[in-house]
Protein backbone atom coordinates (compact mmCIF):
# COMPACT_ATOMS: atom_id res chain seq x y z
CA UNK A 1 0.00 0.00 0.00
CA UNK A 2 1.16 3.90 -0.75
CA UNK A 3 2.76 5.41 1.79
CA UNK A 4 3.24 9.12 3.02
CA UNK A 5 6.73 10.19 1.58
CA UNK A 6 6.43 8.17 -1.52
CA UNK A 7 6.26 9.64 -4.98
CA UNK A 8 2.38 9.84 -4.81
CA UNK A 9 2.92 12.76 -2.43
CA UNK A 10 1.80 16.29 -2.91
CA UNK A 11 2.77 19.23 -0.70
CA UNK A 12 0.96 22.20 0.05
CA UNK A 13 0.97 25.26 2.09
CA UNK A 14 -1.35 23.52 4.75
CA UNK A 15 0.02 20.16 5.62
CA UNK A 16 1.06 16.81 3.44
CA UNK A 17 -1.38 15.12 1.16
CA UNK A 18 -1.42 11.89 -0.78
CA UNK A 19 -2.99 11.55 -4.11
CA UNK A 20 -5.65 8.52 -4.69
CA UNK A 21 -7.12 7.95 -7.60
CA UNK A 22 -11.44 8.06 -7.16
CA UNK A 23 -14.72 7.91 -8.45
CA UNK A 24 -16.90 11.01 -7.92
CA UNK A 25 -20.32 10.30 -8.01
CA UNK A 26 -22.19 13.96 -9.15
CA UNK A 27 -25.94 15.30 -9.49
CA UNK A 28 -26.80 18.48 -10.64
CA UNK A 29 -29.79 20.16 -12.34
CA UNK A 30 -28.52 20.80 -15.79
CA UNK A 31 -30.63 24.32 -16.13
CA UNK A 32 -28.71 26.27 -13.69
CA UNK A 33 -25.43 25.50 -16.48
CA UNK A 34 -24.23 25.74 -20.32
CA UNK A 35 -23.47 22.04 -19.75
CA UNK A 36 -20.88 20.01 -17.82
CA UNK A 37 -17.98 20.34 -19.05
CA UNK A 38 -15.22 23.24 -18.42
CA UNK A 39 -13.60 25.50 -21.10
CA UNK A 40 -10.61 25.33 -19.47
CA UNK A 41 -7.87 28.22 -19.08
CA UNK A 42 -10.71 30.43 -20.40
CA UNK A 43 -11.46 32.35 -16.91
CA UNK A 44 -10.60 32.51 -13.51
CA UNK A 45 -11.56 29.36 -11.43
CA UNK A 46 -14.74 29.49 -10.46
CA UNK A 47 -16.19 31.99 -13.14
CA UNK A 48 -17.07 29.49 -15.78
CA UNK A 49 -20.98 28.14 -16.55
CA UNK A 50 -20.42 24.60 -16.73
CA UNK A 51 -21.04 22.32 -13.91
CA UNK A 52 -16.97 21.30 -13.81
CA UNK A 53 -16.47 24.70 -13.35
CA UNK A 54 -18.43 24.97 -10.10
CA UNK A 55 -17.08 21.63 -9.38
CA UNK A 56 -13.41 22.28 -9.58
CA UNK A 57 -13.99 25.94 -7.55
CA UNK A 58 -15.42 23.67 -4.96
CA UNK A 59 -12.41 21.10 -4.62
CA UNK A 60 -9.85 23.25 -4.61
CA UNK A 61 -11.57 25.06 -1.52
CA UNK A 62 -11.79 22.07 0.17
CA UNK A 63 -8.06 20.71 -0.03
CA UNK A 64 -9.29 18.15 -2.71
CA UNK A 65 -7.43 19.56 -5.66
CA UNK A 66 -4.83 22.36 -5.50
CA UNK A 67 -4.94 25.49 -7.05
CA UNK A 68 -2.92 24.87 -9.76
CA UNK A 69 -4.72 21.75 -10.83
CA UNK A 70 -8.46 23.46 -10.54
CA UNK A 71 -7.77 25.08 -13.81
CA UNK A 72 -6.27 22.60 -16.07
CA UNK A 73 -8.53 19.14 -15.28
CA UNK A 74 -6.51 17.70 -17.58
CA UNK A 75 -2.96 17.26 -14.74
CA UNK A 76 -4.98 15.19 -12.73
CA UNK A 77 -6.12 12.82 -15.29
CA UNK A 78 -9.84 14.28 -14.97
CA UNK A 79 -12.47 11.71 -17.29
CA UNK A 80 -16.13 12.07 -17.34
CA UNK A 81 -18.31 8.88 -17.86
CA UNK A 82 -20.68 11.32 -20.10
CA UNK A 83 -20.75 14.66 -21.44
CA UNK A 84 -24.34 15.93 -21.12
CA UNK A 85 -25.89 18.86 -23.37
CA UNK A 86 -26.84 22.01 -21.64
CA UNK A 87 -29.96 22.08 -19.80
CA UNK A 88 -29.69 17.88 -19.35
CA UNK A 89 -29.51 17.18 -15.39
CA UNK A 90 -28.07 14.18 -13.92
CA UNK A 91 -27.92 11.86 -11.11
CA UNK A 92 -25.70 9.65 -12.29
CA UNK A 93 -22.93 11.18 -12.95
CA UNK A 94 -19.67 10.08 -12.82
CA UNK A 95 -15.84 11.46 -13.00
CA UNK A 96 -12.45 10.22 -12.24
CA UNK A 97 -9.03 11.92 -10.91
CA UNK A 98 -6.45 11.95 -8.69
CA UNK A 99 -7.64 13.61 -5.37
CA UNK A 100 -5.63 14.92 -2.64
CA UNK A 101 -6.24 13.58 0.80
CA UNK A 102 -4.80 14.02 4.27
CA UNK A 103 -2.46 11.38 5.18
CA UNK A 104 -4.49 9.51 7.61
CA UNK A 105 -7.04 9.67 5.71
CA UNK A 106 -8.91 6.07 6.25
CA UNK A 107 -10.92 4.53 3.00
CA UNK A 108 -11.33 1.08 5.23
CA UNK A 109 -13.62 3.17 7.75
CA UNK A 110 -15.01 5.40 4.67
CA UNK A 111 -14.86 3.45 1.67
CA UNK A 112 -17.42 5.74 -0.07
CA UNK A 113 -15.22 9.26 1.22
CA UNK A 114 -18.59 10.74 2.61
CA UNK A 115 -16.07 13.05 4.82
CA UNK A 116 -14.76 14.65 1.64
CA UNK A 117 -18.16 14.64 -0.24
CA UNK A 118 -19.25 16.43 2.50
CA UNK A 119 -16.24 19.21 2.57
CA UNK A 120 -16.71 19.38 -1.11
CA UNK A 121 -20.35 19.85 -0.73
CA UNK A 122 -20.05 22.84 1.61
CA UNK A 123 -18.63 25.12 -1.34
CA UNK A 124 -21.31 23.78 -3.98
CA UNK A 125 -24.52 25.81 -4.70
CA UNK A 126 -27.55 24.20 -4.05
CA UNK A 127 -28.07 22.98 -7.92
CA UNK A 128 -24.85 20.75 -7.89
CA UNK A 129 -24.18 17.53 -5.51
CA UNK A 130 -21.45 14.98 -4.69
CA UNK A 131 -22.36 12.28 -3.35
CA UNK A 132 -19.66 10.08 -2.81
CA UNK A 133 -16.13 9.28 -3.80
CA UNK A 134 -14.81 5.84 -4.54
CA UNK A 135 -11.28 4.64 -5.21
CA UNK A 136 -10.81 3.17 -8.30
CA UNK A 137 -7.34 1.84 -9.86
CA UNK A 138 -5.20 3.87 -11.48
CA UNK A 139 -5.43 3.40 -15.01
CA UNK A 140 -9.46 3.85 -14.33
CA UNK A 141 -10.89 6.41 -17.07
CA UNK A 142 -14.32 6.95 -16.28
CA UNK A 143 -15.44 7.36 -20.04
CA UNK A 144 -13.86 3.81 -21.20
CA UNK A 145 -14.96 1.91 -18.50
CA UNK A 146 -18.68 2.97 -18.51
CA UNK A 147 -20.58 0.28 -20.67
CA UNK A 148 -23.96 1.66 -20.94
CA UNK A 149 -26.20 4.99 -19.99
CA UNK A 150 -29.66 5.44 -18.90
CA UNK A 151 -31.67 8.40 -19.30
CA UNK A 152 -34.76 9.10 -18.20
CA UNK A 153 -37.21 11.56 -19.83
CA UNK A 154 -39.85 13.37 -18.21
CA UNK A 155 -42.72 13.80 -20.60
CA UNK A 156 -46.06 16.09 -19.42
CA UNK A 157 -49.19 14.01 -20.72
CA UNK A 158 -50.97 17.31 -22.02
CA UNK A 159 -48.44 16.76 -24.82
CA UNK A 160 -49.68 13.78 -25.69
CA UNK A 161 -53.22 14.18 -25.03
CA UNK A 162 -53.32 12.23 -21.98
CA UNK A 163 -56.68 14.07 -19.95
CA UNK A 164 -56.49 11.03 -17.27
CA UNK A 165 -60.37 10.59 -17.59
CA UNK A 166 -59.86 6.90 -17.19
CA UNK A 167 -61.46 6.61 -20.81
CA UNK A 168 -60.30 4.18 -23.34
CA UNK A 169 -58.88 7.03 -25.63
CA UNK A 170 -56.27 7.51 -22.84
CA UNK A 171 -55.18 3.87 -22.59
CA UNK A 172 -54.95 3.51 -26.55
CA UNK A 173 -52.65 6.51 -26.81
CA UNK A 174 -50.77 5.00 -23.97
CA UNK A 175 -50.18 1.70 -26.09
CA UNK A 176 -49.35 3.45 -29.03
CA UNK A 177 -46.46 5.35 -27.25
CA UNK A 178 -45.15 1.54 -25.53
CA UNK A 179 -45.46 0.15 -29.00
CA UNK A 180 -43.29 2.83 -31.03
CA UNK A 181 -40.34 2.82 -27.88
CA UNK A 182 -40.20 -0.97 -27.77
CA UNK A 183 -39.34 -0.39 -32.37
CA UNK A 184 -36.37 1.99 -30.84
CA UNK A 185 -34.70 -1.43 -29.06
CA UNK A 186 -32.02 -3.45 -30.68
CA UNK A 187 -28.99 -2.22 -33.41
CA UNK A 188 -30.12 0.54 -35.73
CA UNK A 189 -29.06 3.53 -37.90
CA UNK A 190 -29.98 6.27 -36.11
CA UNK A 191 -29.44 8.67 -38.69
CA UNK A 192 -32.47 10.48 -38.78
CA UNK A 193 -32.51 11.03 -35.07
CA UNK A 194 -29.62 13.71 -35.12
CA UNK A 195 -27.95 15.55 -37.29
CA UNK A 196 -26.14 13.03 -39.08
CA UNK A 197 -23.55 15.10 -40.99
CA UNK A 198 -21.69 15.67 -37.76
CA UNK A 199 -21.14 11.56 -37.52
CA UNK A 200 -19.51 11.74 -41.10
CA UNK A 201 -16.21 11.14 -41.93
CA UNK A 202 -15.49 14.74 -43.53
CA UNK A 203 -16.97 16.24 -40.45
CA UNK A 204 -14.87 14.84 -38.30
CA UNK A 205 -11.97 15.52 -40.61
CA UNK A 206 -12.63 19.34 -40.39
CA UNK A 207 -12.61 18.66 -36.58
CA UNK A 208 -9.38 18.01 -36.61
CA UNK A 209 -7.85 20.57 -38.96
CA UNK A 210 -9.63 23.24 -36.88
CA UNK A 211 -7.94 21.58 -33.68
CA UNK A 212 -4.54 21.36 -35.65
CA UNK A 213 -5.12 24.91 -36.08
CA UNK A 214 -5.68 26.26 -32.37
CA UNK A 215 -2.75 24.40 -30.95
CA UNK A 216 -0.59 25.75 -33.47
CA UNK A 217 -1.94 29.36 -32.75
CA UNK A 218 -1.62 28.38 -29.38
CA UNK A 219 1.98 27.80 -29.26
CA UNK A 220 2.64 30.55 -31.42
CA UNK A 221 0.93 32.32 -28.71
CA UNK A 222 2.04 30.85 -25.97
CA UNK A 223 5.13 28.40 -26.86
CA UNK A 224 5.13 27.91 -22.70
CA UNK A 225 1.65 26.40 -23.01
CA UNK A 226 2.30 22.92 -24.30
CA UNK A 227 5.27 20.95 -23.75
CA UNK A 228 8.25 20.92 -25.90
CA UNK A 229 7.25 16.78 -26.48
CA UNK A 230 3.38 17.84 -27.38
CA UNK A 231 4.48 20.79 -29.36
CA UNK A 232 6.54 18.61 -31.43
CA UNK A 233 4.10 16.45 -31.90
CA UNK A 234 1.65 18.68 -33.98
CA UNK A 235 0.71 17.00 -37.53
CA UNK A 236 2.02 19.01 -40.35
CA UNK A 237 -0.29 20.58 -42.90
CA UNK A 238 0.23 17.14 -45.26
CA UNK A 239 -0.45 15.22 -41.80
CA UNK A 240 -4.42 15.85 -41.50
CA UNK A 241 -5.69 13.47 -43.91
CA UNK A 242 -3.12 11.01 -42.26
CA UNK A 243 -5.38 11.39 -38.69
CA UNK A 244 -8.75 10.21 -40.74
CA UNK A 245 -7.05 6.40 -40.55
CA UNK A 246 -4.78 6.68 -37.74
CA UNK A 247 -7.95 6.80 -35.41
CA UNK A 248 -8.07 10.20 -34.00
CA UNK A 249 -11.22 10.82 -35.39
CA UNK A 250 -12.99 7.31 -34.38
CA UNK A 251 -16.08 7.72 -33.06
CA UNK A 252 -17.80 5.28 -30.21
CA UNK A 253 -19.96 3.71 -33.27
CA UNK A 254 -17.17 3.46 -35.95
CA UNK A 255 -14.95 1.29 -33.97
CA UNK A 256 -17.99 -1.36 -33.99
CA UNK A 257 -21.46 -1.47 -34.42
CA UNK A 258 -21.99 -4.44 -32.08
CA UNK A 259 -24.26 -4.47 -29.05
CA UNK A 260 -21.71 -5.51 -26.50
CA UNK A 261 -18.97 -3.00 -27.65
CA UNK A 262 -18.88 0.36 -25.35
CA UNK A 263 -17.80 3.73 -26.07
CA UNK A 264 -14.40 3.41 -25.35
CA UNK A 265 -13.36 2.61 -28.70
CA UNK A 266 -9.97 1.20 -29.80
CA UNK A 267 -6.94 0.62 -27.09
CA UNK A 268 -6.14 4.58 -26.32
CA UNK A 269 -8.58 7.43 -25.58
CA UNK A 270 -10.60 8.64 -27.81
CA UNK A 271 -13.19 9.50 -25.67
CA UNK A 272 -15.24 12.84 -26.52
CA UNK A 273 -14.83 14.11 -22.81
CA UNK A 274 -10.82 15.03 -23.52
CA UNK A 275 -9.85 12.28 -20.61
CA UNK A 276 -6.14 12.19 -20.22
CA UNK A 277 -5.56 8.76 -18.79
CA UNK A 278 -3.76 6.88 -21.33
CA UNK A 279 -1.80 10.13 -22.34
CA UNK A 280 1.06 9.22 -20.51
CA UNK A 281 0.78 5.68 -22.23
CA UNK A 282 0.40 6.60 -26.19
CA UNK A 283 0.52 9.76 -27.09
CA UNK A 284 -1.64 11.16 -30.09
CA UNK A 285 -1.46 14.72 -32.09
CA UNK A 286 -4.67 16.00 -31.84
CA UNK A 287 -6.61 15.10 -28.78
CA UNK A 288 -10.60 13.61 -29.27
CA UNK A 289 -11.71 16.50 -27.35
CA UNK A 290 -10.03 18.97 -29.35
CA UNK A 291 -11.98 17.22 -32.75
CA UNK A 292 -15.08 17.59 -30.66
CA UNK A 293 -16.83 14.45 -30.93
CA UNK A 294 -20.66 15.13 -30.25
CA UNK A 295 -23.03 12.80 -29.01
CA UNK A 296 -26.53 13.16 -27.14
CA UNK A 297 -24.70 14.32 -23.90
CA UNK A 298 -22.79 16.67 -26.32
CA UNK A 299 -21.79 20.44 -25.99
CA UNK A 300 -22.96 21.79 -29.03
CA UNK A 301 -25.25 24.85 -28.79
CA UNK A 302 -29.21 24.33 -29.90
CA UNK A 303 -29.23 26.47 -32.35
CA UNK A 304 -32.61 24.92 -33.88
CA UNK A 305 -33.99 23.75 -30.41
CA UNK A 306 -37.41 23.45 -32.72
CA UNK A 307 -36.99 23.54 -36.08
CA UNK A 308 -40.74 22.29 -36.31
CA UNK A 309 -41.39 25.86 -35.29
CA UNK A 310 -40.11 26.68 -38.67
CA UNK A 311 -41.18 24.87 -40.66
CA UNK A 312 -44.49 22.48 -39.89
CA UNK A 313 -44.41 20.35 -43.25
CA UNK A 314 -41.69 17.03 -42.05
CA UNK A 315 -39.74 16.09 -45.21
CA UNK A 316 -39.77 12.43 -45.76
CA UNK A 317 -38.02 10.38 -49.00
CA UNK A 318 -36.42 6.58 -49.66
CA UNK A 319 -32.70 7.17 -50.53
CA UNK A 320 -32.47 3.82 -52.80
CA UNK A 321 -29.48 4.90 -54.73
CA UNK A 322 -27.30 5.31 -51.34
CA UNK A 323 -25.87 8.49 -52.76
CA UNK A 324 -22.10 8.79 -50.86
CA UNK A 325 -22.98 12.53 -50.33
CA UNK A 326 -25.73 11.24 -48.07
CA UNK A 327 -24.00 7.75 -46.69
CA UNK A 328 -25.01 6.19 -43.81
CA UNK A 329 -22.11 4.13 -41.98
CA UNK A 330 -21.36 2.44 -38.46
CA UNK A 331 -20.97 6.14 -37.07
CA UNK A 332 -24.75 6.63 -36.95
CA UNK A 333 -25.64 3.14 -35.36
CA UNK A 334 -26.34 2.60 -31.43
CA UNK A 335 -27.34 0.01 -29.68
CA UNK A 336 -30.83 0.91 -27.40
CA UNK A 337 -30.92 -2.13 -24.52
CA UNK A 338 -34.25 -0.85 -23.07
CA UNK A 339 -36.66 1.50 -23.87
CA UNK A 340 -39.86 1.55 -22.03
CA UNK A 341 -42.29 3.62 -19.82
CA UNK A 342 -43.43 4.02 -16.65
CA UNK A 343 -46.34 5.99 -15.23
CA UNK A 344 -48.32 8.53 -15.32
CA UNK A 345 -47.22 9.88 -12.33
CA UNK A 346 -46.29 13.71 -10.91
CA UNK A 347 -42.73 14.72 -9.51
CA UNK A 348 -44.00 17.20 -6.94
CA UNK A 349 -46.96 17.27 -4.91
CA UNK A 350 -49.89 19.04 -6.40
CA UNK A 351 -47.50 18.82 -9.89
CA UNK A 352 -48.82 17.40 -13.30
CA UNK A 353 -48.23 14.11 -14.13
CA UNK A 354 -46.05 12.86 -16.48
CA UNK A 355 -44.82 9.91 -17.85
CA UNK A 356 -40.81 8.37 -17.21
CA UNK A 357 -39.78 7.33 -20.51
CA UNK A 358 -36.38 5.24 -20.18
CA UNK A 359 -33.86 4.44 -22.50
CA UNK A 360 -30.51 2.19 -21.84
CA UNK A 361 -27.70 1.94 -24.33
CA UNK A 362 -24.36 1.66 -24.70
CA UNK A 363 -24.22 5.84 -26.40
CA UNK A 364 -26.29 8.39 -27.86
CA UNK A 365 -26.13 11.01 -30.56
CA UNK A 366 -26.52 14.66 -30.35
CA UNK A 367 -30.31 15.10 -29.79
CA UNK A 368 -31.32 11.72 -30.67
CA UNK A 369 -33.15 10.90 -26.83
CA UNK A 370 -35.25 13.75 -27.86
CA UNK A 371 -36.50 12.78 -31.61
CA UNK A 372 -37.37 9.26 -30.11
CA UNK A 373 -39.52 10.78 -27.87
CA UNK A 374 -40.74 13.32 -30.35
CA UNK A 375 -41.40 10.10 -32.80
CA UNK A 376 -43.53 8.31 -30.03
CA UNK A 377 -45.61 12.16 -29.25
CA UNK A 378 -46.11 12.30 -32.98
CA UNK A 379 -47.51 8.41 -32.96
CA UNK A 380 -49.53 8.81 -30.11
CA UNK A 381 -50.91 12.28 -31.39
CA UNK A 382 -51.97 10.23 -34.51
CA UNK A 383 -49.66 12.78 -37.20
CA UNK A 384 -47.69 9.91 -38.07
CA UNK A 385 -48.30 5.82 -38.32
CA UNK A 386 -45.78 3.21 -36.48
CA UNK A 387 -45.00 2.43 -39.88
CA UNK A 388 -42.90 5.27 -40.26
CA UNK A 389 -40.92 4.64 -36.55
CA UNK A 390 -40.09 1.29 -37.84
CA UNK A 391 -39.33 2.17 -41.76
CA UNK A 392 -36.98 5.57 -40.14
CA UNK A 393 -34.73 2.62 -38.45
CA UNK A 394 -33.56 1.71 -41.99
CA UNK A 395 -30.51 3.28 -44.02
CA UNK A 396 -32.26 4.20 -46.74
CA UNK A 397 -35.04 6.60 -45.09
CA UNK A 398 -34.72 10.04 -44.62
CA UNK A 399 -37.62 11.91 -42.77
CA UNK A 400 -37.69 14.21 -39.83
CA UNK A 401 -39.11 13.51 -36.78
CA UNK A 402 -39.75 16.02 -34.01
CA UNK A 403 -37.60 16.93 -31.07
CA UNK A 404 -39.00 17.41 -27.91
CA UNK A 405 -37.80 20.53 -25.66
CA UNK A 406 -34.35 19.35 -23.32
CA UNK A 407 -34.93 20.39 -19.94
CA UNK A 408 -37.02 17.42 -18.55
CA UNK A 409 -34.13 14.63 -20.09
CA UNK A 410 -32.12 13.54 -17.30
CA UNK A 411 -28.89 11.16 -17.23
CA UNK A 412 -30.36 8.63 -14.54
CA UNK A 413 -27.18 5.77 -14.28
CA UNK A 414 -24.28 4.70 -15.54
CA UNK A 415 -23.29 0.82 -16.07
CA UNK A 416 -19.53 -0.28 -15.52
CA UNK A 417 -17.39 -2.68 -16.68
CA UNK A 418 -15.62 -4.98 -14.06
CA UNK A 419 -12.07 -3.44 -12.44
CA UNK A 420 -9.46 -4.32 -14.64
CA UNK A 421 -6.99 -7.00 -12.63
CA UNK A 422 -3.33 -5.98 -12.79
CA UNK A 423 -0.80 -8.29 -13.20
CA UNK A 424 1.79 -6.58 -10.84
CA UNK A 425 1.04 -7.02 -7.35
CA UNK A 426 2.14 -3.48 -6.14
CA UNK A 427 -0.76 -1.75 -8.20
CA UNK A 428 -3.01 -2.23 -5.55
CA UNK A 429 -6.16 -3.80 -7.69
CA UNK A 430 -7.19 -6.37 -5.06
CA UNK A 431 -7.35 -3.28 -2.06
CA UNK A 432 -9.18 -1.20 -4.88
CA UNK A 433 -12.18 -4.48 -5.30
CA UNK A 434 -11.78 -5.30 -0.94
CA UNK A 435 -12.81 -1.31 -0.82
CA UNK A 436 -15.39 -0.18 -4.33
CA UNK A 437 -16.01 -3.40 -5.24
CA UNK A 438 -15.92 -5.85 -8.63
CA UNK A 439 -17.06 -2.71 -10.20
CA UNK A 440 -17.84 0.70 -10.01
CA UNK A 441 -21.64 1.65 -8.78
CA UNK A 442 -23.11 4.11 -5.91
CA UNK A 443 -23.32 2.47 -2.64
CA UNK A 444 -25.42 3.09 0.43
CA UNK A 445 -24.91 6.40 1.52
CA UNK A 446 -24.37 7.79 -1.52
CA UNK A 447 -27.73 6.51 -2.88
CA UNK A 448 -29.12 8.23 0.32
CA UNK A 449 -27.59 11.63 -0.94
CA UNK A 450 -28.95 10.98 -4.11
CA UNK A 451 -32.67 10.45 -2.97
CA UNK A 452 -32.82 13.17 -0.86
CA UNK A 453 -31.44 15.68 -3.52
CA UNK A 454 -33.70 14.38 -6.32
CA UNK A 455 -36.37 14.57 -4.04
CA UNK A 456 -35.88 17.77 -2.72
CA UNK A 457 -34.09 19.41 -5.52
CA UNK A 458 -33.89 17.48 -8.99
CA UNK A 459 -37.47 16.37 -9.51
CA UNK A 460 -39.24 19.83 -8.03
CA UNK A 461 -36.99 21.86 -10.63
CA UNK A 462 -38.15 19.19 -13.76
CA UNK A 463 -41.95 19.56 -12.24
CA UNK A 464 -41.79 23.61 -12.87
CA UNK A 465 -39.79 22.99 -16.58
CA UNK A 466 -42.30 20.65 -17.59
CA UNK A 467 -44.86 23.47 -16.80
CA UNK A 468 -42.64 25.96 -19.08
CA UNK A 469 -43.56 28.39 -21.65
CA UNK A 470 -41.54 26.05 -24.00
CA UNK A 471 -44.04 23.56 -23.47
CA UNK A 472 -46.99 25.94 -24.56
CA UNK A 473 -45.12 26.63 -28.00
CA UNK A 474 -43.92 22.80 -28.38
CA UNK A 475 -47.89 21.56 -27.92
CA UNK A 476 -48.79 24.44 -30.55
CA UNK A 477 -46.41 23.68 -33.16
CA UNK A 478 -47.35 19.82 -32.53
CA UNK A 479 -50.74 20.65 -33.79
CA UNK A 480 -49.42 21.85 -37.23
CA UNK A 481 -47.10 19.46 -37.54
CA UNK A 482 -47.62 16.97 -40.55
CA UNK A 483 -46.52 14.75 -43.50
CA UNK A 484 -47.46 15.05 -46.80
CA UNK A 485 -50.17 12.04 -47.51
CA UNK A 486 -49.06 11.39 -51.07
CA UNK A 487 -45.06 11.58 -49.91
CA UNK A 488 -45.73 9.48 -46.57
CA UNK A 489 -47.59 6.42 -48.75
CA UNK A 490 -44.53 6.22 -51.20
CA UNK A 491 -42.27 6.17 -48.47
CA UNK A 492 -43.44 3.48 -46.80
CA UNK A 493 -44.61 1.64 -49.89
CA UNK A 494 -40.78 2.03 -50.75
CA UNK A 495 -39.87 0.54 -47.02
CA UNK A 496 -41.84 -2.63 -47.06
CA UNK A 497 -40.41 -3.25 -50.55
CA UNK A 498 -37.07 -3.00 -49.28
CA UNK A 499 -37.73 -4.73 -45.93
CA UNK A 500 -39.24 -8.22 -48.57
CA UNK A 501 -36.36 -7.32 -50.95
CA UNK A 502 -33.53 -7.17 -48.63
CA UNK A 503 -31.62 -10.72 -47.83
CA UNK A 504 -31.34 -12.05 -44.05
CA UNK A 505 -28.42 -10.33 -42.37
CA UNK A 506 -27.95 -13.87 -40.94
CA UNK A 507 -28.54 -17.32 -41.84
CA UNK A 508 -30.94 -19.37 -40.46
CA UNK A 509 -29.92 -22.62 -38.78
CA UNK A 510 -31.47 -24.38 -41.87
CA UNK A 511 -29.33 -22.67 -44.20
CA UNK A 512 -26.56 -22.85 -42.01
CA UNK A 513 -26.59 -26.58 -41.91
CA UNK A 514 -27.27 -27.15 -45.71
CA UNK A 515 -24.33 -25.56 -46.31
CA UNK A 516 -21.98 -27.44 -44.79
CA UNK A 517 -19.81 -30.13 -45.81
CA UNK A 518 -20.33 -33.99 -44.55
CA UNK A 519 -18.49 -34.59 -41.58
CA UNK A 520 -15.13 -36.31 -42.17
CA UNK A 521 -15.11 -39.42 -39.88
CA UNK A 522 -11.63 -40.45 -38.62
CA UNK A 523 -10.29 -44.07 -38.50
CA UNK A 524 -12.04 -45.87 -35.41
CA UNK A 525 -8.06 -46.23 -34.14
CA UNK A 526 -7.21 -42.41 -34.28
CA UNK A 527 -10.46 -41.21 -32.69
CA UNK A 528 -9.94 -39.93 -29.17
CA UNK A 529 -12.41 -41.94 -26.54
CA UNK A 530 -14.68 -39.24 -25.30
CA UNK A 531 -13.81 -39.88 -21.37
CA UNK A 532 -10.19 -38.77 -22.72
CA UNK A 533 -11.21 -35.15 -24.00
CA UNK A 534 -9.93 -32.29 -22.12
CA UNK A 535 -12.88 -30.40 -20.82
CA UNK A 536 -12.06 -27.26 -22.34
CA UNK A 537 -11.84 -28.72 -25.87
CA UNK A 538 -15.64 -30.39 -24.32
CA UNK A 539 -16.98 -26.62 -24.23
CA UNK A 540 -15.18 -25.48 -27.03
CA UNK A 541 -17.41 -27.96 -29.23
CA UNK A 542 -20.28 -27.11 -28.24
CA UNK A 543 -22.79 -25.44 -30.12
CA UNK A 544 -24.29 -21.97 -29.04
CA UNK A 545 -27.42 -22.09 -30.50
CA UNK A 546 -26.53 -18.99 -33.02
Known sequence: MEQPGEGDKTTTNVQKTVKRKVAMHIAYVGTAFRGLQAQQNEHPLGEGDMVEDALAAALVKAGAVTANNGTDLKKINWSRSSRTDKGVHALGGVVAFKCEFPPDHDFESDPEGLNMAQAINEHLPRAVKVLSLQRVNKGFDARERCGERTYHYWLPISAVGIT????????????????????????????????????????????????????SRIAREDPSHWSSKATAQLPTDGAVADLATDGAITTAASTAATDDVGPAGTGYDASADGSSAQQGK??????????????????????????????????????????????????????????????????????????????????????????????????????APLQLIKASLAVPARTALPLVPGNPLMLAANEFHPFRRNTHPESGSSSVEALSGERLTLRDGGTALGDAFTKNVLLPAINELIQGEQWDKFNDAMKRLQWHPEELADFLAASAAWTENRPSSRPTAQQITSAKPPPQQSPASERTPASEVPSDRKLAATPTGE
Not at 303 to 332: F, L
Request: charged share 30%; with cysteine.
Open 164 to 215: MDGGEEDQRRLHLIRDCLALYKGSHPFHNYTKRRLYRPEHRLKNVQRAQDKR
Open 282 to 383: RQRSISAAEVGEVEEEGDEDDEDDNPQDRDYHQPVGWNSKMSQEDKIDKAHYRFIRESYMEGPMSLAPGGPPALKIVFTGSSFMLHQIRHMVGGAVAVALGL
